[in-house]
Every structure is written in C-alpha cells, then in structure tokens.
C-alpha cells in the first residue's frame, strides 16, 4: 500500500484489534504493530484482510508508515510497558509529533509523561477508552487528556470513532491538561465497580429473601430496564440471568462467587483518601471484591459463624420495589460521590473539568452508560458550580420518593443476616451528608485529650484553636493543627 497512514496503533490485543476496525470503517488509514509480530500477520491477512490497514514488523517501520504530524496510540499493558514503548518511539519522532496512552494508565503516570515528552518537543495524550471489545469497534467512550496542543490533530479520527447518543452528540471531548483523562476514566471505572456491586447486592436480596429464580429475577430486571434504571449494566444482567447451561440451569449460580479486579476502583478508593473524599460506596465495592476472593475462609466461617435465619413475610412485590428504589438512591450517592472527587482533583491539579459534558461522554459507549447520566448532564448545564448532586432538584425529589423503601430495603437485609455493604454505605453517607451536627465534635475532644489537637468552639469564630487541660496535669502545650 503506497498511502501512508493517518495514525498508527501498537497493541493488537482484544482492544487495539477493535479500535483499528473502527478507524479503518471511519475512512482512516491505520498502520499497526505488535510486539510479536507474527500477530500483526494474523490480523493483517484475517480481520483486517482488504482493508486499508499497513503491517508493520519494528517501530522504526511503523513511524515510516505515517503521515506528518505523526501520531501514534499505544494500547498495551499500564506501567512499565507503556514508558519503554515511549522509549523506543522517541528515536524516530520528530518535534509536534504524538504519542498517545489508551490504556487504564494510572493518572499520575500520565502527569509524568506529558511533561517528559513535551521536555522532549513532542506532545502527548492520555486517554481513557471504555466500552470493552464491542464499544472499541462499534463506538466507545473517549476521555483524553494530556498536551492540549494536541487535540486538534487526533479530535477528527476520535470523535469520529466515539459513540454518538441523542442527536448525533458525541461521546468525545477533551478532558483537560495533563493526567485529567485518565483521572476522568478512573473515576468511570470506580461507578463502574460501584453500579457492579448494587446490581449484585439486589440480586443476592431477591434470590436470598425472597427466594427468587434466576428467570424471575431475570424478569425484573427487564422491567427495570425499561425505566429510571435503564442502563447497559441493568441490560446485561437481565441476559446474564436468561443464559442457560448446558442442562437448562441457569448458568450464573455455577459460577464461583470470587471476583477479580485489575485496580482501577482500587486508585480511585486512594486518590479519595489522597484528596479527603468521602468516596464510601465505591470503597465498600472495592473492598466487596477483597472480601469475595478469600472464598475459603467464608466457607469455613459459614460453618462457625451463625446469623439468623431468614424469616420474610412483608409482600413480595411491595419489597421488590423497595430494592428497586434502594438501587437507585444508593446510585445517585455513588455518582454524587464520584463527582465530588473529581472536583476535589480538578482543584487540587488545576484542571477545568466541564462536569455535564463528563456524564455526556459516559451517555455511550461506555460500561456505565445509562439514561440516568442525562440527567447529570442537565444538573451541571443548570448549575456548573453545582457541589454535589444531592442538592439537583431532580435528584432530591427522586430520593424523596425513594427513601421509605431504601430504608426499608436496607432494614430488612441487616434483620435477616444478608451483607449489602453498598446500600448501606449508601443510606450512611447520605444521612451524614443531610446532618447538621455530627459526632465530630466528641471527635476532636478525644484528639485534644491524648494529643492536644485543639479544636474549635461553636460560640467562637471558625479558625480559632483551643485546648483544653482535661486531666489537669497535661500542661498548656498544644499540638500544630492540620488535615492530611
């Protein structure tokens, strides 16, 4: 092929295959090498057979294969991967040229290398991709972020190749300087792992008290889809509950209830701790999945360790509901939470996050992609400076509605012995939040006592410290006072 290409791609795993595709099918030339490069072969005489696709066999051949200004998306494995791909792309790079990070890189490794290469002349992008293999070929969700110099030369082939929703909007748009891409995209991943987890106490809570099949579970999940918990994870959980094995059971109540997970809700349970966010219910998910890999111990320790035993007798139907308005109040804390942090971080790092177009680019494509996101996009379109969700009108009629039966729901799980961590990190948040006076105050007694902390007094101006001699024989000293 004498054309050269419009932008280049290393990593032909599940991902980079798909992304490719989705370039070609948009009218780009994508030249494409792999690190074993037999794989380049493979995909360049089966998938992408015919099509204006350029195999390349070393990255000098890759880079020759371009147009000016050159771009090039790794899609490899975060970490070290990623910073000796960098290395060998350097060599034959020329000043203006991109590089460019798809992966789950961690934020503040992308705040490093965009200024590393831009020491370098060259411009950088971190992007997050999400949508899993069918949205990399159909249409993902793109989060970029990194050299905004850069922008203008990959905005044509990305926002071609993103998912489009309503009418024709577009699921792509730059995020904002340095890591705020990835830091966006961690954030999606963090809901992601929280939306995973309420899904799976509602089930656990049908299945568990009420007894339920998973083809009656199945139904009610198709019912939810259709209304205010419209969203692909709802979606697949309904088909995920339909498939049968291969002797008609159903297939998901043979699978072992151990989860994985590859850190992403992990980094984003850090950085809130890092910025002092009260990011619960995505913590108590993370931590859901640490407790589901010990599957050993919780055997023996259900042969130990007794509960009650469960005893339902409300109505079946009126508690149905009761969960369905706990998964959704308990969402909204969860996406209220995730935004909080991204405030905190656009503040903390200098970024000017545009929050409405955030939940327009999470619309589709991506993993959490729901119609609930419109309705945060019309929260921050009338309110920018919005500081949480939880004071959208919108949001505090629907929890209003909600909040009998996420009570309820919560309840009824704790009196028959069923975990549901997420819900009821959910309730405990928003009652924290919507209180006047906390228990702080016995708090930092406490500090003062031990450690001469100080604190400050509610008949006294905000910033005055105090300490008190509370044993009489501890003396005047205080201790400095600050927030890590």
């Known amino acids: 092929m004498s054309q050269l290409a419009d932008i280049g791609l290393i990593g032909l795993a599940v991902m980079g295959e798909n992304l490719v595709l989705n370039m070609e099918s948009k009218g780009f030339i994508v030249a494409v ?56 792309l350097l060599p034959y790079l020329s000043a203006g040229d991109i590089i460019i990070d798809g992966g789950n890189s961690h934020f503040p490794d992308t705040e490093r290398r965009t200024k590393y290469i831009e020491s370098k002349g060259l411009l950088y992008i971190g992007t997050g991709v999400s949508g899993g293999e069918e949205g990399a070929l159909l249409g993902p969700s793109i989060m970029p972020g990194g050299s905004p110099k850069a922008w203008e030369s990959v905005k044509p082939i990305f926002q071609a190749i993103a998912a489009k929703v309503d009418n024709g909007a577009v699921c792509c748009d730059w995020v904002g ?37 998973a083809s009656e579970m199945q139904q009610v999940f198709k019912e939810w889809n259709n209304g205010d918990l419209d969203s692909y994870l709802v979606e697949i959980t309904r088909d995920i509950l339909a498939f049968k094995d291969t002797d008609g059971s159903a297939l998901v109540e043979k699978i072992v209830d151990t989860a994985g997970q590859k850190g992403t809700g992990k980094w984003t349970g850090i950085a809130a701790l890092d910025l002092g966010i009260p990011l619960t219910l995505i913590g108590e998910s993370v931590f859901s999945r640490c407790l589901s890999a010990i599957k050993d111990e919780r055997v023996l320790a259900s042969k130990k360790l007794k509960g009650p035993k469960v005893n339902f007798t409300g109505n079946k139907k009126e508690f149905i509901e009761q969960i369905r308005q706990a998964l959704f109040a308990s969402k909204v804390v969860s996406y209220a939470q995730g935004y909080v942090l991204m405030r905190a971080a656009a503040a903390e790092f200098k970024w000017t996050l545009n929050y409405g177009g955030i939940a327009l680019m999470w619309r589709g494509g991506c993993i959490i992609r729901s119609v609930f996101l419109g309705k945060i996009t019309e929260a921050f379109d009338k309110n920018p400076n919005l500081s949480n969700l939880l004071l959208d009108p919108y949001f505090i009629g629907k929890i209003e509605e909600a909040q009998a039966g ?28 919507r209180t006047e006076r906390l228990p702080a105050n016995l708090l930092q007694a406490q500090r003062d006592y031990f450690g001469a902390h100080t604190y400050e007094r509610i008949d006294k101006p905000r910033g005055e410290f105090f300490h008190t001699n509370w044993t009489g024989t501890g003396g005047d000293t205080s201790s400095s006072t600050y927030n890590v």
């Not at 975060?78 to 791909?85: H, L, M, S």
């Not at 309420?198 to 099949?213: H, N, P, R, V």
């Not at 729901?409 to 939040?433: E, R, S």
């Open 33 to 88: 090498y792999n690190r074993t490069t037999d794989k380049v072969d493979s995909f360049i005489n089966g998938r992408g057979k015919g099509k204006k696709i350029i195999g390349a066999h070393s990255i000098e051949e890759l880079v020759k294969n371009l147009k000016s200004t050159r771009k090039v998306m790794l899609m490899v494995k975060a970490g070290k991967p990623v910073d000796d791909f960098i290395e060998q």
């Open 406 to 433: 996420w009570r309820n729901a919560v309840a009824t799980a704790m009196v028959n012995g069923i975990p549901v961590p997420a819900f009821a990190t959910a309730l405990n948040y928003f009652d924290g939040y």
């Open 177 to 213: 300087n340095g890591g705020a891409g990835h830091f966006v995209k961690m954030v999606h991943n963090g809901i992601e792992y929280g939306d995973m987890q309420l899904i799976c106490e509602a089930y656990q809570m049908m299945k568990d008290i009420l007894g339920m099949s």
